[in-house]
């Protein structure tokens, strides 16, 4: 049973930092790609970052030069570093994993607020 374990989100003030941490566990064959995704309340599930065959990334245009997606091969592990932090990121941030089939995670909040 393939399982997306997401961890790091809570709550920090503007321009602060946190990293988010998707473990993807179980049996996952070809996998293509893994990001970030994040849906605000009273608004549609949006790409935040994405990272392909290992090497290529995207990004939203609001969160370049802010965030960062990483992710490690061997322990099948993708990451999102997020500096500056602004209230309009404030979300429920969920990971992706593209394989053979399409996985999410159960989603982590991220409130940015004073």
């Known amino acids: 049973q393939v399982q997306l374990v997401e961890s790091g989100g809570g709550l920090v003030q503007p321009g602060g930092s946190l990293t988010l941490s998707c473990a993807a566990s179980g049996s996952i064959f070809g996998i293509y790609a893994m990001g970030w995704y994040r849906q605000a309340p009273g608004k549609q599930r949006e790409l935040v970052a994405i990272?392909?065959?290992?090497?290529?990334?995207k990004y939203a245009d609001s969160v370049k030069g802010r965030f960062t997606i990483s992710r490690d091969n061997a322990k099948n592990t993708v990451y999102l570093q997020m500096n500056s932090l602004k209230a309009e990121d404030t979300a429920v941030y969920y990971c992706n994993v593209a394989a053979s089939m399409n996985y999410w995670g159960k989603g982590t909040l991220v409130t940015v607020s004073s």
């Open positions: 990272i392909i065959n290992s090497f290529s990334t």
